[in-house]
């Protein structure tokens, strides 16, 4: 069994760029704390994972199924470097629990448009963290008869995790650190930064992901 290509933290941070252009106005609420991984640095990894699931699903029917709203940015750029022809859908997921912990407990607001019964689904995952949300996602997609099912998560928190979960594609581990950036929000801002950062202050005791 080939294990899954992934990036670790400590030699993200230390390849990083000393200097990074801000993006000033939204680094000016102090709540934006330390680059974790520069946006070459996604973009370099991105690019490996699309070369990669290229390789795997050559001649599958492969379905792409980003979790939003955090995976936006990953699965737009991901499908661009997939050399395939491939379908995408959407679905959004509310876990219910505290601000610091997912209980499981999942309910769908969106759910996929299309069956998927007979295809090659991906799951293309912001972060996963505890696993449990994710876990009911699993559970409820295989009971759609899907040929085969996978997750690709542009970032994991193996300190986080409850449950083991099968995870093909692996973009970064990082530490257990509320992250901002590429998709990723705090109260439905700093989605918009090219890289992913540090929440800063009080705001770092709060995670999210599943």
Do not use: W
């Amino acid at each position: 069994m080939t294990l899954p290509a992934r990036c670790d933290y400590a030699r993200v941070r230390s390849a990083r760029p000393s200097t990074l252009a801000p993006v000033t106005v939204l680094e000016r609420s102090g709540a934006v704390g330390e680059v974790l991984i520069s946006g070459d640095q996604l973009q370099q990894r991105v690019s490996e994972l699309a070369a990669e699931i290229t390789h795997d699903y050559r001649d599958r029917d492969l379905f792409m199924m980003g979790v939003l709203k955090g995976a936006i940015f990953f699965v737009a750029d991901l499908m661009r470097g997939i050399e395939l022809e491939c379908e995408l859908d959407f679905m959004a997921v509310s876990s219910y629990g505290s601000l610091t912990d997912s209980s499981g407990v999942v309910r769908i607001l969106k759910d996929l448009d299309a069956p998927i019964e007979g295809k090659d689904v991906l799951i293309v995952e912001d972060v996963v963290d505890s696993g449990l949300t994710l876990g009911y996602l699993l559970r409820s997609l295989r009971s759609r008869n899907p040929r085969s099912l996978e997750v690709c998560a542009l970032l994991v928190k193996p300190q986080r995790r409850k449950i083991d979960l099968p995870i093909r594609y692996v973009g970064f581990e990082i530490p257990d650190r509320f992250v901002v950036g590429y998709g990723l929000d705090l109260d439905q801002r700093y989605r918009n930064l090219p890289y992913v950062a540090a929440a800063n202050g009080d705001q770092g005791r709060f995670r999210s992901g599943g």
